[in-house]
């Protein structure tokens, strides 16, 4: 392997992330950028408020490390509320740097070099990074998207059931899922738990779109019998309450699990966002009508830009969750003479003044997301219109 000066073996093949480059890419082109998946608006007022208040109040110095009372306890009652799950504020609950950190420091604190850890592939991309720091050992099992039309992404139970070995430590699920916008099923979850529990893994649930869900439920997979001992949930506040740059998020699990996880946590970051905690507590308590409302208006988005993406003639994977729309760019490449979503999206800043994801940088097997490309939809409605009659007009076969 040909060494990157000065980057550890660990972290050889890890190079600037898709989201940072896709991003430069449309500033420098000035495209619309549908690439990283970041909303172009503001959340909620009483939320911004919060913090600014929070700031104003002297909530300024180190938060303690588990997190702010209020803000573990707002986690302890949106878990209750939403999804009936019982947690205590104090040693069940963990604040962490975004989604990101609590991820890092739960493969850093549960796993021993040479474990493995199963996910399912695609994944999202700091997954890898997270497992490769850790020394550990990604197990991907593949997701396959319908192979016509836009039906659901299915795994194979019999490939899931062989990844399981004496040296699976860890199953990584992230549900509803980025890129491919899967919400896994009450029957596919229960696969899941019961091989988990037969093979005494713990399972570390990715929950960031829990309420961006458009067909079928949510439904955490502590939920499930005998998984609440054994599973770490994680969520943020960057995607419900769209403050990505807040960087709240958390773990909620067993006291067992979240204390080592914490004991990695101390030595990430220590601490982060004192006064951000304080407004993300209020946000959590927000009344129905908020979540409601956000899920309401992402579902609009959704549909308003898959017409498009038909309409110029992507076959698109509508997704059940998430802000991201999968299609397949593999109907443009004979006019186009190209042979791949990469290639594509390269090229799409210039033909329609557009940034997405190539989706195949989130396979363990480039060539298994080859044609995929991803698209954020949490954007304002003039900049979908915008985007979208940009691709139909660059891409659309002309009548
Ligand atoms: N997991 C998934 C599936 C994501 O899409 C993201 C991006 N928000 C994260 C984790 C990271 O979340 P955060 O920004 O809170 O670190
Ligand atoms: N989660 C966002 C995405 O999938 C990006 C976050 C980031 O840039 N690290 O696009």
Redesign the pocket.
Known sequence: MTRVPHLSSRLQGFGTTIFAEMTALALRTQAINLGQ?FPDTDGPPEVAQAAQAAIAAGHNQYPPVPGIPSLRAAIARHQKRFWDLEVDPDSEVLVT?????A?AASMLALCEIGDEVIVFDPT?D?YGAGIAMAGAVVKGVLLQPPATGEGRYTFDPAELRLAFSAKTRLLLL?SP??PTGKVFTPTELALIAELCCEHDVIAIT?E??EHLVFTGEHVPLASLPGMAERTVT?S????TFSF?GW?I?WAVGPADLITAIRTAKQFLTFVNGAPFQHAVAVGLDLGDDYFDSFQATLLAKRDLLADYLRQAGFRVLLPEG?YFVTADSSPFYETLELHSGLEFCLRLPELAGVVAVPSQVFYQNAADGSSLVRFCFAKQDDVLDAAGERLVGALAPST
Do not use: I
């Open positions: 998946g740097a975004g989604a990101t950190e991820l999202y700091c992230n899922h980025n990715d960031v779109y994680l943020s506040a960057g995607k990505t960087k998020g998430t």
